[in-house]
């Protein structure tokens, strides 16, 4: 098949933020694209979306196999589920399913970098053990590492406090340098990362345009709104209570070991080189700034959501 053929993708969590972002993108290019979902009636927030749910259980071997029938190519997110157990159960379900229908490329989206060395976080050691479970299967695989994304500050926790306050307010150290990356650019890449010979078998740490740290970060808001904007470090035990309340005390954990794992001076994971990234995958990066501007920030003007 050659690269300027549509092709014929599964998405999985393609009603989630990440996922939906590369669903659209790939519709946009022409490929026939199904959504992976477990509930096919959930609004997906696209407008008359160009691609078409297939209701599917990732713990069910049947259900992958139903939905993998006729793809060609697949692009993996997991949803936000940190035992290891049932992490190694999806993957393995669908590294099988991939196989029997002679899928030729899987691209797996990792959601974190990865230490170089082992951790006690499930946020981390259960991404590792699905990137390996892909990595070792006869399907064709790229692991995508990208880092924290910008479209988390779009949102009814930060965006008011950034609009009304000029807080930007994150679970990070004022001196972590952070290579943001929107979900628009992490679809840009997983799209890449599936017509790129050259990365297959590899896992690559990616991330966006700019490298920044957090005051450097609020910088780059200032200039876009047009007002002054404090960069205010978050405790990471508040965030995780927080995030507690909408997830659930295991997934919170898991996403929050994380920010944990940097708070404790892991200063350069998650700043992933832009160029090597450009290079690599062929692709532009959006500028945090321009990112900034394109955005909508006037919805959480007074608080509103």
Do not use: C
């Not at 997830?247 to 200063?267: C, M, R, T």
């Amino acid at each position: 098949m050659s690269e300027d053929q549509p092709k014929r993708y599964l998405v999985t969590g393609a009603n989630g933020f990440q996922g939906g972002a590369v669903a659209r993108l790939l519709a946009a290019r022409g490929h026939e694209v199904r959504g992976l979902v477990r509930d096919a009636d959930r609004p997906a927030g696209d407008e008359g979306r160009a691609w078409t749910p297939v209701r599917g259980d990732l713990g069910s071997a049947e259900d992958l196999r139903h939905a993998f029938e006729g793809v060609t190519h697949t692009v993996v997110t997991l949803p936000l589920v940190y035992e290891a157990d049932t992490v190694l159960a999806y993957a393995r379900n669908i590294a099988e399913a991939a196989r029997e229908a002679g899928v030729s490329r899987l691209v797996y989206n990792v959601n974190t970098p990865l230490p170089v060395e082992r951790t006690e976080r499930a946020g981390f050691e259960t991404r590792r053990l699905a990137e390996q479970v892909f990595l070792d299967s006869a399907v064709p695989t790229v692991s995508v590492r990208p880092p924290v994304y910008l479209d988390n500050l779009f949102s009814p926790w930060n965006g008011p406090a950034l609009v009304n306050d000029g807080v930007l307010a994150y679970p990070l150290p004022a001196g972590q340098r952070v290579a943001w990356m929107s979900h628009t650019d992490l679809a840009q890449v997983l799209a890449a990362a599936a017509e790129t010979e050259e990365l297959v078998g590899r896992a690559v740490d990616v991330g966006g345009a700019d490298v920044l740290t957090g005051p450097e970060l609020a910088a780059v808001f200032a200039d876009a709104l047009g007002r002054e904007v404090r960069f205010l470090p978050l405790g990471v035990e508040d965030f995780e209570a927080g995030l507690g309340q909408l997830l659930g005390a295991e997934s919170a954990a898991g996403v929050a070991g994380i920010y944990h794992h940097v708070a404790a001076g892991d200063q350069e994971l998650l700043a992933a080189e832009p160029a090597t990234t450009e290079r690599l995958f062929g692709v532009q990066l959006t500028s945090t700034v321009e990112w900034v501007k394109t955005r909508n920030w006037d919805i959480w003007s007074g608080g509103g959501a």
